[in-house]
């Protein structure tokens, strides 16, 4: 079947052709000869006002500014066990009574947090985040290369991964497909997007380097840890001092 764009709006028809298909509506009043200039040459649509002070001081916008992935060109110093607290906090902690770090659909809450820290003495532990309780559960030690074979082998990660304290946040369906279907696991994803965030920006706080790694497999990890089967592991994001 060849693909073409249809009226009725089919998902494969280009912004340009929607665009060009579009009568001018809506409060912009651009025709659709200029949305369709605006869509091949982008511009900031405020332009003049991105540099307005209230986003130079905000700190919000400066942690953002410093916010990148780290690589582990020198190799640091071991983390903390503090540190990986402070992590799985900002990734999916209670800092009021009330709220939590990330927003989430129907206050359903189906992310799982786990982690992994190798200390200096070279011992490697993993552990499950109970947000609820906001506790570091002991999950016992673990070996590094079991760790290691987690993930696909990118040489930069595996790298990080001698000295990394690794966050591994997994979806749990069950929490959300009742309410949601399968639209749940969907925004099941969308927090792990905020909780990821989150930790990029407690990075760029701490100065400690943070890197999302979604290259690993699946079904290790679920192995790795030995929490339920039915959570998902989504993505990892390897911290480094
Ligand atoms: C969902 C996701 C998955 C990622 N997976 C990997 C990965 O498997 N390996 C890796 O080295 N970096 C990974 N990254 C980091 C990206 O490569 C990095 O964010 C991108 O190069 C932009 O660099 P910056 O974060 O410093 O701006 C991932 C980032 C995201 C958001």
Redesign the pocket.
């Known amino acids: 079947m060849t693909r073409s764009a249809s009226s009725s709006g089919a998902p494969w028809m280009t912004f340009r052709q929607a665009a060009a298909n579009e009568p001018a509506r809506g409060h912009s009043g651009l025709s659709a000869d200029a949305i369709s200039e605006l869509i091949r040459e982008p511009r900031p649509v405020i332009e003049g006002k991105r540099h307005r002070p209230i986003f130079r001081d905000s700190f919000l916008m400066a942690l953002c500014r410093r916010r990148?992935?780290g690589f582990a060109d020198i190799p640091g110093e071991y983390l903390e066990l503090g540190d990986i607290a402070a992590f799985v906090r900002i990734a999916y902690g209670n800092p009021s009574r009330r709220h939590k770090a990330v927003p989430s659909a129907g206050a359903l809450w189906p992310l799982r947090v786990a982690a992994v820290l190798t200390t200096a003495a070279g011992d490697t532990n993993a552990y499950w985040y109970d947000d609820i309780r906001d506790e570091l559960v002991d999950l016992g030690e673990r070996s590094p290369d079991a760790l290691a074979r987690c993930f696909l082998g990118?040489r930069?990660?595996s790298a990080m991964l001698t000295r990394a304290g690794v966050i591994v946040v997994m979806v749990d369906p069950s929490a959300v497909v009742k309410k949601y279907s399968s639209r749940g696991y969907k925004y099941g994803l969308i927090e792990v997007g905020a909780a990821?965030q989150n930790m990029y920006l407690l990075g760029a706080e701490t100065g400690l380097g943070v890197?999302?790694?979604?290259?690993f497999y699946d079904s290790r990890f679920t192995r790795f840890f030995g929490l339920p089967n039915s959570w998902h592991p989504e993505?990892s994001v390897l911290v480094t001092r």
């Open positions: 990148q992935s990118e930069n990660v990821m890197r999302a790694v979604g290259g993505l």
